[in-house]
């Protein structure tokens, strides 16, 4: 199977492997009440090698595609507070989290895209790559919202912690492997 360049970000990878990513990421974090792109970062950045101005706004791009998925499953469920949309910064509970996440997303990517760096290059979102990791994590966050009313908060929490604590603790071990 070959991999696949794409020109914005100079990325090469396969064409399966970011929806996957995104998919996994955000089957478990839209249980929490997250995007995931938080943990989608480090991967673009330390598997996929994407590190230029542009990998945030190519993160805001999946947000764009992933979220409604989740946001629909909840809303559909009636679990979705729509009074705390707007307060993101509470963060507690799922449904409003995410809404709250696609909100900033558009205003982020409509900034990233038109906003020059200040040495003059760009930092416009690589839309094919950030489409592909959306639409994983479209079907990811969709399917874990669903999910997400049949597990325990607590292992939730566990898990989301011990994600957290490994993706920390690999980063801080690196240097010294």
């Known amino acids: 199977m070959s991999s696949f360049l794409f020109a914005t970000s100079g990325v090469e990878t396969w064409l399966w492997l970011p929806p996957l990513a995104a998919f996994v990421v955000s089957f478990f974090g839209s249980m929490v009440g997250i995007s995931g792109a938080f943990l989608l970062m480090p991967f673009q950045m330390s598997v996929l090698g994407y590190v230029g101005p542009s990998v945030s706004a190519t993160?805001?791009?999946?947000?764009l595609y992933a979220t409604p998925?989740?946001?629909?499953r909840y809303a559909r469920e009636g679990r979705m507070a729509w009074s705390l949309a707007g307060l993101?910064?509470?963060g507690t509970l799922p449904g409003a989290?995410?809404?709250?996440?696609f909100a900033t997303s558009v205003i982020g990517v409509l900034v990233y895209s038109f906003l020059p760096l200040p040495d003059g290059a760009s930092a416009a979102p690589d839309w094919a790559l950030g489409s592909l990791f959306g639409l994983g994590g479209l079907v990811?966050?969709?399917?874990g919202a669903a999910t997400q009313k049949h597990v325990p908060q607590r292992v939730l929490r566990v898990g989301l912690g011990l994600v957290?604590?490994?993706?920390?603790?690999?980063y801080v071990a690196s240097p010294l492997i």
Do not use: E, Q, R
């Open 69 to 72: 998925g989740g946001v629909w």
């Open 59 to 63: 993160n805001l791009v999946f947000n």
């Open 140 to 143: 990811g966050m969709y399917l």
């Open 164 to 170: 957290l604590a490994v993706l920390g603790g690999s």
């Open 88 to 90: 993101i910064v509470l």
């Open 97 to 101: 989290a995410l809404a709250g996440t």
